[in-house]
């Protein structure tokens, strides 16, 4: 009887430090992993391969409203929450929410630009406006890319190699 | 004649549904194609800008109480991928407004600016229309959107309606940017009609007299001290005073701005140069104002601000002979209760030249867009 419940008793350890390892095994995976990198994606006909930072951010900013080609850039970000707007807002200018409407709202205020960036509600939405309108850049995970359209490197990189700067 | 009938109904019935495009729209199978592009134009974005104001103030003149302020209607709209048009409407609350005598209370409405502008490339568009003058930083970042500046009001030395410097300009501007070694050079050159012979006018209905007004302006947004804009304004017209003398006006205006909310500092300085063609006397008249915000990080819908503003007025200077100077100190809040909405509050303490009296007010604004 003694026995047995010692049996019982090592089982039920036992599976609580099976339990505890596996949670231990598989949180530090969770926490480590890296956000995912996005991709700046333009319609294929831009002829830009590469921009900078500062550029992209000119362009994002409405700073910079041509291509070098003449083409006028028209700008398509994701609805507010999407990593890929925060990836705009926030990594590239800097900005918070608030600021980057108040930014927009008196670009088009000073005439400095005849309207802001255009919402799309996913990113199949972004890539297919994109694929289809002349001079059109987005923000969309570098998963997500598809057929269509241009993948501009950043700093000379692109998505997935070390140092990226978007994510 | 049932099978007729039946025959003629059916046929009406097909033609109906042929004739009509949504529906046949809905016959065809659905499309997984994403919607058309937009480029179709014209097409028009409007925008508003409001304020209501309260005012306390031991100044024995001036608004009292609840005062609405300006409500701004903005329009634009592009004609092609080139060519874009703006406008800019206000409704201002004047006690002068109105019909009879004495002039009752009313709304003065007013076409602000207007401009159709052509745009080739980054570095060069050109635009006619009616502007806000391109000769101070004010003047061009926050027109009369009241909600977009950080304060209640301008600064004195750029207020509407106010005469030290011309508010608006009617004529045409060239305008670009310029990468410049990742200084980005912005530039702007006017010609036009220059200010009306009511100074704080401009020349809306053709000039007060033959000179015509030219401007050139140009500022620096460089890529590596970002938020800061740093820039320079020169300005030159002849104006035909009441009185029928004229006068040669130069304007030099400098500014720097940061406008990262940690902190936001804007500072301007402008000097307005007149002669007398009939005497030859010079003049300098000065203005100037620095006003410094901070978004509070542990409160950051709070934005604590102050500015001091300063306008002096040369003691010979026949054209600015009503302008008052001025002294005064704002400390203020601004509060903001949502993305599109603020409310702002700040005690004003200002004097009108040496040994004028002190004056101190308070004031609460509620601006919005929409």
Partial sequence: MAAMRAHRLCTLVATWIAAALLVAATAPAGQAQQPADIAVIVHADVAIDNLTLAELRRVWLGDREFWPSGERITLFIRAPVAAERDAVVSTLCRMTEAQFRQHWIAKVFRNESPSGPKIVYSTESAHDQVARVPGAIAFVPASAVGTGVKVVRVDGRRPGETGYPIR | ?370
């Fill in chain 2, 1 to 370: 004649m049932p099978n007729l009938a039946r025959v003629l109904v059916t046929s009406v019935t097909a033609a109906l549904i042929a004739a009509a495009p949504g529906a046949a729209a809905a016959q065809q199978p659905v499309s997984h194609d994403p919607p058309a592009p937009v480029s179709q134009y014209p097409n028009l974005h409007i925008s508003g800008f409001g304020d209501v104001n309260f005012s306390i103030t031991d100044r024995p003149d001036g608004p009292r109480n609840f005062s609405l302020g300006q409500f701004a209607l903005h329009m634009a709209s592009a004609l092609s991928p080139r060519v874009t048009f703006f406008g800019e409407i206000s409704f201002t609350a004047r006690t002068d407004a109105g019909t009879g005598s004495p002039s009752a209370a009313g709304f003065n409405a007013e076409i602000e600016r207007m401009a159709v502008r052509f745009d080739q490339s980054d570095r060069l568009k050109v635009s006619f229309g009616r502007y806000h003058t391109p000769v101070n930083y004010w003047n061009t970042a926050f027109h009369h959107g009241q909600w977009l500046q950080t304060t209640i009001a301008r600064p004195e030395m750029i207020r509407f309606g106010g005469t030290f410097l011309p508010v608006h300009f009617v004529g045409g501007l060239v305008e670009g940017a310029v990468p410049a070694s990742s200084l980005n050079l912005n530039y702007k050159v006017g010609l036009g009609n220059g200010r009306a012979t009511v100074l704080g006018r401009a020349g809306d209905a053709g000039d007060a007299n033959d000179a015509v007004a030219w401007l050139a302006s140009a500022f620096i947004r460089p890529d590596a001290y970002y938020g800061l804009e740093v820039g320079a304004s020169l300005y030159g017209d002849t104006i035909t005073h009441t009185s029928g003398r004229e006068i040669s006006e130069q304007i030099v205006a400098a500014h720097v701005a940061w406008q990262r909310e940690d902190p936001e500092i804007i500072a301007e300085i402008a000097s307005v140069r007149h002669r007398d063609d009939l005497t030859g006397l010079v003049t300098w008249s000065r203005a100037y104002y620095v006003q410094a915000a901070y978004r509070l990080q542990q409160a950051e819908l709070w934005k604590p601000y102050l500015r001091f503003e300063h306008i002096g007025v040369a003691d010979d200077d026949l054209a600015f002979a009503t302008v008052p100077e001025l002294d005064q100190l704002t400390l203020g809040v601004r509060y903001d209760l949502t993305l599109f909405a603020a409310v702002k509050g700040e005690y004003r303490t200002w004097t009108r030249g040496e040994g004028s009296v002190r004056n101190h007010g308070g004031y609460f604004q509620i601006a919005f867009t929409f």
